[in-house]
């Protein structure tokens, strides 16, 4: 399956590949248990609730569902770099 091929379930945006280790840092911790050892997609569409989701589309994860503290890592793949205003999913913080 190319990553490609991989869009959001809910606003059918493109996607970009997340790490395991990447999420474990940003999700709330009573939902850490949820998060395997699989692969993760990060939804781009920063205007989407959806943060991130499994590959199979068993889990998503929406807004509420990360640290509103938390910041991603650059690598995390998040489309939203260049509009740090406008970002919603905290990944943008100085
Ligand atoms: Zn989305």
Redesign the pocket.
């Known amino acids: 399956m190319s990553v490609e091929n991989i869009q ?1 379930p ?2 059918q ?1 493109g996607s970009k590949p997340a790490k395991a280790a990447s999420l474990l840092n940003i999700v709330k911790d009573d939902l850490k248990h949820l998060i395997l050892d699989e692969s993760y997609f990060f ?1 781009c ?1 920063s205007n ?1 609730e ?1 943060i991130f989701y499994s590959e199979d589309y068993e889990k998503t994860f929406l807004l509420e569902d990360i640290k509103l503290t938390a910041e991603m890592p650059e690598t995390s793949g998040c489309g939203c770099n260049s509009k740090k205003d406008g970002c919603n999913k905290g990944c943008c913080s100085k």
Request: charged letters at 0%.
């Open positions: 959001c809910v606003c945006s939804c569409n989407c959806v």
